[in-house]
């Protein structure tokens, strides 16, 4: 982002569906039409209004041109509409995305959103990671994991424990602070389920070292939202969340192309979206940090310049992450608790972000200021991730 871009675009509407197991006879985009049109509505725009689309396309089996479909399907006629290949960093890179298009002039009020559909009456995908990438498929899974995600970052959570032995007893407070938050949000999967550390540690190893309540589940849902011009955003119904900086970062397609897999791409996406934003981690308020793994989460920490490298373990014992402490994070309860649809996870952490910055996200809200939060987006296995900081008109 060029320093032109600082605070030229805000987010001013939103809209999402409850994570749920399974949703019976819905599928991606009736989903994402109906987190959309609450978007349009929370912004208090008409869908003639959309002149911009942004959307994630990956998940969502319809073939080519799924903006062109979409927009039929919703009745939406924009002048710019684009894809999002981003996986669980399209959420913020989405924003970045639409902030860059705004300030370019192609346009004016910019739908992004993603969904993800099951409905329980079929089997999902096999659980292999290559799927149609012959590079993985063929070079990778056979000499490694075959369990999807999981395995993957166990392998990055094995590697940790060798470096600065970090073991489960320390990473479960994050699992355990963020269910507290979600048991706060009536939107989350996990709601009514509180956990303690002792609940994480036993319950079973689903790659080994990483247990059950480590790791996201998946569900069905959808997010979206609406970014415009900052001088059409001072007039809107709510108070905007400005885009005051932000980055994106590519590592690789998979752990067989990296040295230390402990090291991800976030870290040059925040040092630049600090950087364009005129601030640094101490200033942060809030941090929505995507939490497909608990390990996701310390390694996120330490990259994005919230603690050094190896420290994070310690770091999270020393605070208080719940939306009431001293370092909020993840404060709808993170995909850990909040749920995870897929790549719309990640852009729950957009929408909360919002939320928070607006200070009606009710009873999960952040009782000290919200002027300042860290977004981040993670696809693949640290592949491609991405660094948001949103900010009230006090922090501009």
């Not at 949000?185 to 002792?198: E, G």
């Not at 390990?295 to 020393?318: H, N, R, Y």
Request: aromatic content about 6%; proline content about 5%; some cysteine.
């Amino acid at each position: 982002m060029s320093d032109n871009m600082r605070g030229a675009a805000a987010i001013v509407g939103i809209g999402e569906l409850k994570p749920e197991r399974t949703r019976p006879g819905r599928d991606a985009m009736s989903l994402l039409a109906e987190a959309a049109y609450l978007a349009i509505q929370d912004a208090g725009l008409m869908k003639a209004d959309i002149d911009g689309m942004i959307l994630e396309e990956g998940m969502t089996p319809t073939g080519s041109g799924y903006n062109t479909k979409m927009a039929e399907y919703m009745g939406i006629f924009p002048t710019f509409a684009t894809g999002c290949d981003a996986q669980g960093a399209a959420g913020v890179t989405m924003a970045l995305q639409a902030a860059a298009y705004i300030n370019a002039g192609l346009c004016d009020y910019v739908l992004c959103g993603m969904s993800a559909a099951i409905d329980g009456s079929r089997p999902r995908r096999p659980a292999g990671p290559g799927g149609t990438d012959t590079a993985t498929s063929e070079f990778a899974v056979p000499f490694g994991p075959t369990v999807g995600a999981n395995g993957w970052y166990a392998m990055i959570a094995k590697r940790y424990e060798k470096l600065y032995g970090a073991t489960v007893e320390k990473r479960a407070k994050i699992s355990v602070d963020l269910r507290y938050n979600a048991n706060h949000n009536p939107m989350a999967i996990w709601h009514d389920t509180p956990i303690t550390v002792d609940d994480v540690i036993k319950s079973r190893i689903v790659a080994d070292p990483l247990h059950l309540l480590e790791c996201v589940m998946p569900c069905a849902g959808a997010c979206a939202f609406v970014v415009t011009r900052a001088d059409i955003a001072r007039g809107m119904r709510h108070k905007p969340a400005y885009v005051l900086g932000g980055a994106n970062g590519v590592s690789r397609g998979n752990l067989t192309h990296v040295g230390e897999i402990t090291i991800s791409p976030v870290g040059r996406a925040a040092r630049r979206a600090f950087a364009m934003a005129g601030y640094g981690p101490s200033d942060v308020q809030v941090m929505e940090i995507y939490d497909s793994f608990t390990i996701t989460v310390m390694c996120e920490l330490e990259e994005s310049g919230f603690c050094p490298k190896g420290t994070a373990a310690d770091w999270v014992q020393e605070h208080d992450l719940t939306f009431k402490g001293d370092k909020p994070l993840n404060t709808h309860g993170g995909q850990l608790s909040y749920g995870q649809a897929s790549t719309a996870g990640g852009c729950a952490q957009v929408t909360e972000a919002v939320r928070q910055i607006r200070r009606d996200a009710g009873a999960h809200q952040v009782p000290g200021p919200t002027d300042l939060i860290y977004v981040t987006g993670s696809g693949g296995t640290f592949s491609q991730q991405s660094a948001l900081l949103l900010a009230s008109d006090a922090a501009l």
